[in-house]
């Protein structure tokens, strides 16, 4: 397949990047103001670094606030919104990168839009359920049912999740207007959520939480102003800020993390029809890597994936 289109790069000699792997865009939409986001995904292939167009758009249509996590090396896309009003979604798809499909998967209990999702212990959970005013409540799928869990103790939306130590922690977001600095972690050993009692050092929403190793990173975050810092939190509670920041130039960002790099997308501010990706070294101030996004690729409301072994390709 060709590439989506042409990038620039600037790569420093530590760069961690691993060419086993790929970063999916799911949800692109051609104009950045669109309510909408839809059509073909975009893969981002580590060894050739280029983008590269999937030509498997999502099922049932374009979304927009949906949940995306990884399960066993597919991508499980949850929930989300039309651009009908009302039209909130439950339904549940999950995309194969050896057969390059997609296929339904059993659907939540209610419709959620603006959730979370997060995989562990052999069960997927999507998190919040915005169409009930902003609540807090939490389903589990486990042998083919979603059943309902544990509630988080904060109601919040627009906030981040991430899986570390075997719990799933939830940070940040609004509630009532205000953004949080909040964390709490669910258990599934005890079916439960704690409250930190150590907040985040800033308010934060519309951010990603990403973990390497033992440290769990908030990255980004886009509420009354842009964040640049990325803020890492060690596994005895400590929050500090690190050496790496995200360029003021990036707003809307979304990121995953691959082995000891973050990967950040986001817009160029004041360019609507330019982004990048930045892959981030952690511990150097420097950037790693910079890929100028394909033009076709209009980032809104997009979401991303780390996916390992080399996809179904069409000639």
């Not at 258990?187 to 440290?215: C, H, N």
């Not at 990173?217 to 102003?225: K, L, S």
């Not at 939190?233 to 929050?239: A, L």
């Not at 790693?288 to 076709?296: G, K």
């Amino acid at each position: 397949m060709a590439s989506a289109g042409p990038s620039t790069h600037e790569r420093s000699p530590g760069c961690q990047c691993d060419d086993s792997y790929s970063i999916y865009m799911i949800g692109c939409s051609k104009y950045p103001d669109s309510d909408t986001v839809g059509g073909p995904m975009q893969r981002y292939d580590m060894g050739e670094r280029q983008w590269k167009k999937v030509d498997r758009p999502l099922p049932g249509g374009k979304r927009y606030n949906f949940a995306v996590t990884t399960v066993r090396n597919t991508i499980w896309v949850l929930g989300g919104a039309t651009g009908v009003l009302d039209s909130i979604l439950k339904s549940v798809f999950v995309y194969d990168p050896v057969r390059n499909e997609w296929e339904g998967e059993k659907a939540m209990i209610h419709c959620k839009q603006g959730l979370c999702a997060a995989f562990i212990e052999n069960r997927v959970y999507a998190i919040l359920d915005i169409c009930r005013k902003y609540g807090n409540t939490v389903e589990v799928y486990y042998k083919g049912m979603w059943v309902p869990s544990s509630p988080m103790r904060h109601r919040r939306h627009s906030f981040a999740t991430a899986v570390a130590e075997y719990q799933i922690y939830a940070a940040g977001g609004i509630w009532n207007g205000e953004e949080l600095m909040s964390v709490e972690y669910y258990s599934p050993l005890t079916f439960s959520w704690t409250v930190l009692s150590l907040r985040m050092p800033e308010p934060r929403a519309y951010f990603q939480l990403a973990v390497i190793g033992d440290k769990m990173y908030a990255v980004g975050g886009d509420a009354y102003q842009s964040i640049k810092s990325i803020d890492s939190m060690y596994t005895d509670g400590q929050w500090s800020t690190g050496a790496v920041h995200i360029s003021h130039y990036l707003r809307n960002v979304v990121s995953v993390a691959l082995n000891k790099d973050i990967y950040v997308v986001g817009w160029i501010f004041g360019h609507h029809d330019e982004g990048q990706l930045r892959i981030l070294q952690l511990g150097d101030a420097s950037t790693s890597l910079v890929a100028n996004l394909p033009r076709e690729i209009r980032f809104n409301g997009a979401r991303l994936a780390v996916l390992k072994m080399q996809p179904f390709e069409a000639e």
